[in-house]
């Protein structure tokens, strides 16, 4: 108990049901390796979590930009609530040091994968909602959106990253950046894959997802950070 206690004054937030938050933080990992474990793992909860996610920022980005069209809306939604965006708010936590993992899940670097990390943030917005509800859950959520709303239109990364990539390499380098897939983890139901963008023969980014697309467009995000980052020293 004493360790759900130190999670609620990391995260500023107060359960009136600590078994919600107890589920909230437990891999799937954890409960195969302990079967009298006597709770269920934190997947409900992340499919829980994900709808409210899509609402509450959908909700928030429609009175934020009252003219803005819906593609655009979408486009921005979409960049907020992806996978590594809420890995990022987990990070922002701490979440991983109090995660309920398994032995081998811990030892293969589960507690800092992007994937678990954001099941679990997902999964904390469900035990926040069933326990405190919409409007205490708005308040958790807030000041993880405005800075990372800026950073996305700053960094245009509501845009295609892999469309941009291509541009960008090929007007400065005349060359076309190229996808591999480099790792492969995870049972059928649960894949997570990693994607390495090259261009001209070089690394310039890496990414994972839980589908090849969705790790290619992460590389691609990366390599346009490292182009950003060559260009401000330049």
Known sequence: ???????????????????LL??????????????????EDNERLEFLGDAILDFVIGEYLYHR???????NLTSLRAALVKTETLARFAIQLDLGKYLFVGRGEAESGGRERPANLCA??????????????LEALKDFIAPFVEPELKRVIQGELDKDAKSLLQELSQGLLQLTPTYRTVAERGPDHAKEFTVEVTIGGQ??????????????QAAARAAL???DDQHKRS
């Open 203 to 216: 690394a310039y980014g890496r990414g994972e997802g839980p589908s090849k697309q969705t790790a290619a």
């Open 65 to 71: 930009f009252p003219e803005m069209r819906e593609g």
């Open 22 to 39: 107890q589920r909230a933080l437990t891999h799937r990992s954890y409960v195969n390796e302990n079967p009298d474990f006597p709770l």
């Open 225 to 227: 950070e490292k182009f």
């Open 1 to 19: 108990m004493s360790h759900l206690f130190e999670c609620e004054a990391a995260f500023g937030i107060t359960l009136a049901d600590k078994t």
């Open 120 to 133: 679990a943030f997902e999964a904390l917005v469900g035990a926040i909602y069933l326990d405190q509800g």
